[in-house]
DNA sequence: TCATGCCATCGTTAATCGACGATAAGCTAT
DNA sequence: ATAGCTTATCGTCGATTAACGATGGCATGA
């Protein structure tokens, strides 16, 4: 349960981000977005991102919302490609994160 | 009908972006991520952040969406703080898009 | 083996969203 | 004044979401 510098297990193999254009990109961006568009799922992935937690149960602890609630918004964030897990546990999915932050940077 | 630099008038007076952690900033990314959670939504955005488009009707034309729908994916945009309106139309609130993409950053 | 802890999934319920047509209000020309 | 254009709002309907408790599957430790 060792934990590297991004948690987990070494991102798999960084993406070329894609397309940043267009109706594709679009739907991307809406997806990634909408699974960040709800407090909790913010909340979540600001723990994640400073290793605050990294188990479901640490998480469930910080918020008030129930083991089956949290455990769906990580469902739903892992869906967006916004968080990956492993035996560990959970973690940011990085290569998610930055190509958010790439689509929303050239709005 | 004259056309800032930014569209419509002058951006009313630069917020110096609030706080950008606790469980405010949380709600406020959410909100505005929300907000954009929506293809509709998204290219509605890059739309008047290229003004190629700045009435409700020349967006209409340009998705396959009924005018009533595009009304009120205008009226959420404006409401999360990513649109303005004013007589001359609709354009992007840089100030609120600046903020979203700082929420974003320091995720 | 058996208890314990962790988590995903299912079923349910209330609330919200997305989309539409219809309608009304305001503006600008004719 | 009236016709046309633009937009906001209302009511509706179906789909989706958020939240919960209950349940069951896996590990691990006693």
Redesign the interface.
């Known amino acids: 349960m060792d934990c590297q510098p991004n948690c987990c297990s070494p991102e798999p193999d960084s993406e070329p981000l894609a397309t940043l254009e267009g109706?594709e990109a679009?739907?991307s961006?809406?997806?990634l977005?909408?699974?960040?568009?709800?407090?909790a799922?913010?909340?979540i992935?600001?723990l994640l991102?400073r290793k605050e937690a990294r188990v479901c149960s640490q998480i469930v602890d910080e918020l008030p919302l129930a083991q089956s609630t949290v455990s769906e918004h990580l469902r739903i964030l892992k869906e967006a490609g916004l968080v990956r897990s492993s035996d560990a546990g959970y973690c940011i999915n990085f290569d998610g994160?930055r190509r958010?932050?790439a689509l929303?940077?050239i709005?």
């Open positions: 109706p679009d739907e961006l809406a997806k977005t909408k699974a960040l568009g709800h407090p799922r913010v909340r992935l600001r991102a994160l958010l932050k929303i940077a709005i």
